[in-house]
T-cell receptor, first 112, second 115 residues
């Protein structure tokens, strides 16, 4: 059983560009959450998707948007990239009846 | 608002010694509590979780944590450290009663194991 997978593993962009990160949840999981982990910090909640809708959102600007597909996979989009967006972006999935989130390996984004 | 405070950004212990990583939480409702471990250049792996079933929670790799409501603490311990335990450890909290609620993480404690 594959765990949570994310792509790409690494990405380099320049300021002002747009980026799309992808996440496939564990089999049987219908909820996907995204987190940003800056260097030396704990992960910070960006938003959560369930039934293809954004259910919760953290304190992130509208430049951060997402999508969930019918197969429960998800995308994180960031527009107008800033240097401060450089971080490890983690996706986590969970099944509908449990509180535990399972994390993927992350996508490391570097904005130059 | 929920929050988590991890005491000590770096902790060093000798191989074979007791590991103690401290975590205090703040929550207006009974919490779910978690410890995650992160190895270099990897994602987060769940070590253990507290969901009210028992105050002493046993996790993987010999770790355990005790929920103490009176102290609002959820410290992580392991009787004997191993070199492979060197990693970053995150304490986290989420609100009980909310399905798949967001998780609030502490800033992390980097555990160093001395030979």
């Amino acid at each position: 059983d594959a765990g949570v997978t994310q792509s790409p593993t690494h990405l380099i962009k320049t300021r002002g560009q747009q980026v799309t990160l992808r996440c496939s949840p564990k089999s049987g999981h219908d909820t996907v959450s995204w987190y940003q982990q800056a260097l030396g910090q704990g992960p910070q909640f960006i938003f959560q998707y369930y039934e293809e809708e954004e259910r919760q959102r953290g304190n992130f600007p509208d430049r951060f948007s997402g999508h969930q597909f019918p197969n429960y996979s998800s995308e994180l989009n960031v527009n107008a990239l800033l240097l401060g967006d450089s971080a490890l972006y983690l996706c986590a999935s969970s099944p509908g009846d449990q509180e535990t989130q399972y994390f993927g390996p992350g996508t490391r984004l570097l904005v130059l | 608002a929920q929050s988590v405070t991890q005491l000590g950004s770096h902790v060093s212990v000798s191989e074979g010694a007791l590991v103690l990583l401290r975590c205090n939480y703040s929550s207006s409702v009974p919490p779910y509590l978690f410890w995650y471990v992160q190895y270099p250049n990897q994602g987060l792996q769940l070590l253990l979780k507290y969901t009210s079933a028992a105050t002493l929670v046993k996790g993987i790799n010999g770790f355990e944590a005790e929920f103490k409501k009176s102290e609002t603490s959820f410290h992580l311990t392991k009787p004997s450290a191993h070199m492979s335990d060197a990693a970053e450890y995150f304490c986290a909290v989420s609100e009980r009663g909310y399905r798949d609620d967001k998780i609030i993480f502490g800033k992390g404690t980097r555990l160093h194991i001395l030979p």
